[in-house]
């Protein structure tokens, strides 16, 4: 069974406006940690943002917030203001538990695409 | 910050020939190593656990004779791909598990290794 699930393959956004990520995911755990990364077409894997499973106030970095629901079991990224250099991958990723040696487990990815 | 060394960033390699991916931690000790594999407009596929001396955890359907991995020291593992073939091109990313820390800065990624398989 899949573990994140993002459901949009691409999206488009005009610059400057707002846009949705969506992700959801599965987990029987209790403890574990919801992450979004940025991957341009270099392929680096830039860190966005993280949200704790036992966060109470939903992460937000800067432009990125996360749009945490938990009963739900959705993490969706919210990109505002955004920017032509925006445009990349982007993937959303659970790790279930607090121990170490955890994987990391990544959603399939939205394509962004940032109109003029 | 963490910083992951990942070499060579790209590689071009004939059928049949052994290459190897090499992942280092500059500037922290990773017990832990993780070994992704990317297509193209696709989603990161681990491959592989590595932890520092013992034998790699090799996902299901990860052919662990194919992929060699070793991580003989707290801050290099390294990925060797034998005897590759076309179907073996593919985007290869490593990421360390920072000891000691925890939620969002547990991870960190390296730049990633395209290999070419001629």
């Known amino acids: 069974a899949q573990k994140i699930t993002q459901t949009q393959p691409g999206m488009f956004v005009q610059e400057k406006e707002a846009v949705t990520l969506d992700c959801t995911y599965d987990t029987s755990d209790q403890s574990y940690g919801l992450f979004w990364y940025k991957q341009p077409s270099s392929g680096e894997m830039i860190f966005l943002i993280y949200q704790g499973s036992y966060d109470e106030q939903n992460a937000t970095e800067g432009r990125y917030s996360l749009n945490f629901q938990k009963a739900r079991k959705s993490a969706n990224l919210v990109i505002s203001a955004s920017q032509l250099g925006d445009s990349a991958m982007y993937f959303c990723?659970?790790?279930?538990?607090?121990?170490?040696?955890?994987?990391?487990?990544f959603g399939a990815g939205t394509i962004l695409r940032v109109k003029s | 910050g963490a910083v992951v060394s990942q070499h060579p960033s790209r590689v071009i390699c004939k059928s049949g020939t052994s290459v190897k991916i090499e992942c280092r931690s500059l500037d922290f000790q990773a017990t832990t190593m993780f070994w992704y594999r990317q297509f193209p407009k696709q989603s990161l596929m681990l491959m592989a656990t590595s932890n520092e001396g013992s034998k790699a955890t090799y996902e299901q359907g990860v052919e662990k004779d194919k992929f060699l991995i070793n991580h003989a020291s707290l801050t290099l593992s390294t990925l060797t791909v034998t005897s590759a073939h076309p179907e073996d091109s593919s985007f290869y990313i490593c990421?360390?598990?920072?000891?000691?820390?925890?939620?969002?800065?547990?991870?960190?990624f390296g730049a990633g290794s395209r290999l070419t398989v001629l």
């Open positions: 990421s360390a598990e920072l000891t000691g820390y925890s939620g969002a800065n547990v991870l960190t």
């Open positions: 990723a659970m790790r279930e538990g607090l121990g170490y040696g955890n994987k990391l487990v």
